[in-house]
């Protein structure tokens, strides 16, 4: 029956996960809500208006980190002595399991985050005009900073959802310690690589030329860089999660 791959699963899954956790989702709806409005409301009081650059601070602020912690929830059934083996007999195959999981944490979740923070910002707006006098605008959401902060969670996210089906203790801490050991471990073989390349030229870190090289460089391989790092920290990492996912399951 699940060797078919069916989005009717997938969505009775989904509906499944947040049916069981739709009282921890709802308080925590509240509690992020009400957050956003303060937030929102302080901006308000300087120039009377919420400028693209004040959304997206508040919104980043609070949109990777839930986006994360979301994930790490999410997972948290996997580990669970008491409750993993049904969760695991499910009639859903792994590649529905893990479409249903990244959807929930990335674009539904994504959705619903971006439709809370500007009901949170729009009212913040109605409650400045009767306190400070602010005139009525909208919140200005759409935006490039926008798209490219949703690009960068969508991209990043399948790290934390290995780390998340792989340790079973302290998996938040070990994924962040992992994801930096990895992130400086990028920057130290870039140095490597570029002193490896320039050794006959007496390159060193401070001169112009070496200034200049490495602007050179970034402006030649930004495009292949950004791509490797997207196919790193995206489908590589996905399937990362598959085979976690396939290994809990046996």
């Known amino acids: ?24 989702i709802s308080t925590a709806l509240i509690v992020v809500s009400a957050i956003l409005f303060i937030f929102f409301l302080i901006n308000l009081r300087e120039d009377y208006r919420i400028s693209v650059g004040e959304f997206i601070s508040v ?6 980190p839930l986006g994360v912690l979301l994930t790490f929830f999410i997972c948290k059934e996997s580990h669970d002595p008491k409750a993993n083996h049904l969760y695991f007999v499910l009639p859903v195959s792994v590649y529905e399991r893990m479409a249903a999981i990244w959807f929930t944490a990335t674009i539904l979740y994504t959705i619903v985050f971006s439709i809370l923070s500007f009901l949170a910002g729009q009212f913040a707006i109605l409650i400045g005009g ?5 005139d009525f605008h909208l919140l200005p959401m759409l935006s490039g900073e926008y798209l490219g902060l949703v690009m960068f969670f969508c991209i990043i996210q399948p790290v934390f959802l290995v780390g998340a089906l792989t340790f079973k203790k302290n998996r938040i801490g070990k994924t962040l310690l992992v994801f930096v050991m990895v992130f400086f471990g990028v920057i130290i073989y870039n140095l490597i690589l570029f002193t490896m390349l320039n050794y006959r030229y007496d390159v060193h870190l401070g001169d112009t030329f070496a200034s200049e090289a490495f602007g050179m460089a970034q402006n030649d391989f930004s495009l292949f860089g950004m791509l490797f790092f997207i196919g790193l920290f995206g489908p590589v990492m996905l399937f990362v999660a598959y085979c976690k996912m396939v290994e809990k399951e046996v």
């Open 59 to 64: 919104f980043g602020l609070f949109y990777i």
């Open 130 to 134: 009767v306190l400070f006098g602010t």
């Open 1 to 24: 029956m699940t060797h078919q791959f069916s989005y009717r699963r997938i969505y009775h899954f989904i509906r499944r996960d947040l049916t069981i956790r739709k009282s921890n």
